[in-house]
């Protein structure tokens, strides 16, 4: 089944301490990319990556890394937590940039 | 700068009762519109893309349209089944980013 994986679907963690929330596709996908969800502000996205070699910041990179090593795996990484990074978060991918893109089941996470 | 608006923020209807949800874009040269459905908890679901204007796509009880200004997306005889967050993102020419709108709640009452 084509689909995109996100692990974990659900995350508790304190100020600081480093969390990765891994993305996955298997639709041999160019373009991938992170997105937060919050009430009132919608979709917003992190950072974008065209595909293995090069990888871009969204309109929300504050606080966030990621990683392109592989063209099927995409990490989000949250080198130290805040709580306004509580948020719920998506992982996306297309075929290439224009095209449909195909979200993930989410992750929320809780920064305390 | 780039920037999509969404109208009505939410929707009450009546099963059957037919209406429009809006989608205004601002962009320096747009290069694909996608509509999208959320349920609450999932991830968005992809209905429909267009790409020029006078596009028209259809799906069921939807029908996307496209201008140089806005795009609809038209539900006709509403179930309680597409009671939904839909959403609109716009990608513009000289970026590789989408800008999502802050969706449409619909209810569609039995």
Not at chain 1, 68 to 90: A, D, G, M, V
Request: proline content about 5%; overall charge positive.
């Amino acid at each position: 089944e084509a689909q995109v994986t996100q692990n974990p679907r659900y995350l508790i963690t304190v100020t600081g301490k480093k969390l990765t929330v891994t993305c996955s596709q298997n639709m041999n996908h160019e373009y991938m990319s992170w997105y937060r969800q919050d009430p009132g502000l919608g979709l917003r996205q992190i950072y974008y990556s065209m595909n293995v070699e090069v990888t871009d910041k969204g309109d929300v990179p504050e606080g966030y890394k990621v990683s392109r090593k592989e063209k099927r795996n995409f990490p989000l990484i949250l080198e130290s937590p805040s709580p306004n990074q509580t948020s719920l978060y998506f992982c996306a991918s297309s075929l290439r940039v224009r095209e449909t893109q195909y979200f993930g089941p989410g992750t929320r996470l809780l920064v305390l | 700068e780039d920037q999509v608006t969404q109208s009505p923020e939410a929707l009450r209807l009546q099963e059957g009762e037919s209406s429009s949800l809006n989608c205004s874009y601002t962009v320096s040269g747009l290069r694909g519109l996608f509509w999208y459905r959320q349920d609450p908890g999932k991830g968005p679901e992809f209905l429909f893309t267009l790409y020029s204007a006078g596009e028209e796509k259809e799906k069921e009880r939807l029908k996307a349209t496209l201008t140089k200004k806005e795009s609809f997306l038209h539900i006709t005889a509403p179930k309680p089944e597409d009671s939904a967050t839909y959403l609109c993102a716009v990608h513009s020419s000289g970026t590789y980013k989408y800008i999502f709108g802050t969706g449409t709640r619909l209810k569609v009452l039995a």
